[in-house]
C-alpha cells in the first residue's frame, strides 16, 4: 500500500519534503510515479512526474523550479522536495503510481493512474 508522508505546518518561503513509501515493496515495479494535490473546495491537480526508466520529469507550472521529484527505487521510495512554499500550495498532497509508462500528454490526468496512496496535509501559513 502507497503511504505518503512528510507533511505539516510550514511558513511561507519554508521547505518541506514528501515522502511515498510502498510497503509491499512494489513501487520500483512501477514506471510511472507522480504526486498530485487538493486544496479545500478545488479539484485534485497534478503536481510533479517521473519515471525510473529515464527521462526528464514533469513539473505543473505552478511549482517548476521550486518543486523536485525523485525517487529511490531500492527504498521503494518516491519524494518531493518542496522550496520556497507559498500558501496557495497548501492542499492534502498524494502519490500515484502506474506499472507502465505514460506519454508526456497523459502524466497530468487522474484517470491515467491506477495506484493512490492516502494524502499527507501541507498547511503554509504564517
Known amino acids: 500500500q502507497l503511504q505518503a508522508s512528510g507533511g505539516g505546518l510550514v511558513q511561507p518561503g519554508g521547505s518541506l519534503r514528501l515522502s511515498c513509501l510502498d510497503s509491499?515493496?512494489?513501487?520500483?515495479?512501477?514506471?510511472?510515479l507522480a504526486w498530485f494535490r487538493q486544496a479545500p473546495g478545488k479539484e485534485r491537480e497534478f503536481v510533479a512526474y517521473i519515471t525510473w526508466s529515464g527521462g526528464n520529469p514533469s513539473y505543473s507550472e505552478s511549482v517548476k523550479g521550486r518543486f523536485t521529484i525523485s525517487g529511490n527505487s531500492a527504498k521503494d521510495t518516491v519524494y518531493l522536495q518542496m522550496n520556497d512554499l507559498k500558501p496557495e500550495d497548501t492542499a492534502v498532497y498524494f502519490c500515484?503510481?502506474?506499472?507502465?509508462?505514460?506519454?508526456?500528454?497523459?502524466?497530468?490526468?487522474?484517470?491515467?493512474?491506477?495506484?493512490w496512496g492516502q494524502g499527507t496535509l501541507v498547511t503554509v501559513s504564517s
Open positions: 500515484a503510481a502506474r506499472q507502465n509508462r505514460l506519454a508526456l500528454s497523459t502524466r497530468a490526468y487522474q484517470g491515467s493512474y491506477n495506484w
Open positions: 509491499g515493496r512494489r513501487l520500483s515495479n512501477m514506471n510511472s
